[in-house]
Structure formats: C-alpha cells, structure tokens
Nanobody, 124 residues
Framework: VQLQASGGGLVQPGGSLRLSCAAS????????MGWYRQSPGNQRELVAS???????NYADSVKGRFTISRDNAKNTVYLQMNSLKPEDTAVYYC???????????????????WGQGTQVTVSS
C-alpha cells in the first residue's frame, strides 16, 4: 500500500491550492483519511480528517478556509485550501489510518500509512 500526495506549490497570500492523495495497491477499503502538516521547528499537526462515511474534522486554524473530501471509489482524499496565509506554509502529509488490502478471500488490515509529503509555500 502506497500513498502518493500531489498538488503543493507556491501561492500568494489569499490564494488557493488543492492537494490530492491517492492510495494504491490491492486495496479493498480505506477507513479514516487525513491531512497533517509540519513546518520547521514545529511538531506535525492534524489539519483535517474525514471518515469513510464523510464525517469531517478540522483544526481551528483552518476552519472555514479548508475543505477535506474523498472519493472512496478512487481511494483518494483531497484538501481544498482557500484564503491561504503565510502561516499555512508547511509540508503537508496525507494519512490513512486503516487499510484493508488483498482479496475478498484473503485480506489484511494495515495501519497508519503516510504519503511522502508535499510542500506548500504561501508567500508574496
């Protein structure tokens, strides 16, 4: 199972970016997915998470500006980031907490998968 994140880049304050993260492998099901971020000198923090059923949770600092969504058929999670601020600058990581993979006759549940990280820089 691999998670591949994309969509980061350089954007001016007030701008928007959309991050994507696709899980690949012989995946049968992905449970909770989320986005975390880490800036230099700081711990990795939760930005937003989403259950398989679509229930969402956001850090207070991004509420009203960021929207997390997912496509279960594509095993993909998205993060739409609007009204970006310089303090949003960080490496963003996607996470899947439980992934069932294999076949319908022989499957395994794996836990805590991370994408490789994508840099988001908000600067004028």
């Amino acid at each position: 199972v691999q998670l591949q994140a994309s969509g980061g880049g350089l954007v001016q304050p007030g701008g928007s970016l959309r991050l994507s993260c696709a899980a690949s492998g012989s995946i049968l099901r992905v449970d909770n997915m989320g986005w975390y971020r880490q800036s230099p000198g700081n711990q990795r923090e939760l930005v937003a998470s989403i259950t398989r059923g679509g229930r969402t949770n956001y850090a207070d600092s991004v509420k009203g500006r960021f929207t997390i969504s997912r496509d279960n058929a594509k095993n993909t999670v998205y993060l739409q980031m609007n009204s970006l601020k310089p303090e949003d600058t960080a490496v963003y990581y996607c996470n899947a907490d439980t992934v069932r993979f294999g076949s319908l006759w022989s499957w395994t549940d794996g836990h805590d998968y991370w994408g490789q990280g994508t840099q988001v820089t908000v600067s004028s």
